[in-house]
Nanobody, 115 residues
Framework: QVQLVESGGGLVQPGGSLRLSCVGSGTVFSFSAMGWYRQAPGKPREFIATASSGGGTYYTDSVKGRFTISRDNFKNVVYLQMNSLKSEDTAVYYC?????????WGKGTLVTVSS
């Protein structure tokens, strides 16, 4: 059974940095895509960034230049380096992985940006 587990969330001041990690288990095969979404209180879940197995990356406009996604295909791990954090980045961050037409989700990790 495929499982995704996120870590690295927490409380950080505006302008600070955090690095999120997501580890996929229960499979020996690489995911075709791994990415991050977030959901702020009272808002729908939104796409943040994705990384393909070939190395291509794509970001939503609001995080370009501040967030960097990277992945280790052999370990089925995806990272999200978040810099210059703003209060509006406060949300639960979810990892998503895709393979063979199936989507898998983690349970999320909370990021709170506040002074």
């Amino acid at each position: 059974q495929v499982q995704l587990v996120e870590s690295g969330g927490g409380l950080v001041q505006p302008g600070g940095s955090l690095r999120l990690s997501c580890v996929g288990s229960g499979t020996v095969f690489s995911f075709s895509a791994m990415g991050w979404y977030r959901q702020a209180p009272g808002k729908p879940r939104e796409f943040i960034a994705t990384a393909s197995s070939g190395g291509g990356t794509y970001y939503t406009d609001s995080v370009k230049g501040r967030f960097t996604i990277s992945r280790d295909n052999f370990k089925n791990v995806v990272y999200l380096q978040m810099n210059s954090l703003k209060s509006e980045d406060t949300a639960v961050y979810y990892c998503k992985a895709a393979r063979d037409g199936m989507d898998y989700w983690g349970k999320g990790t909370l990021v709170t940006v506040s002074s």
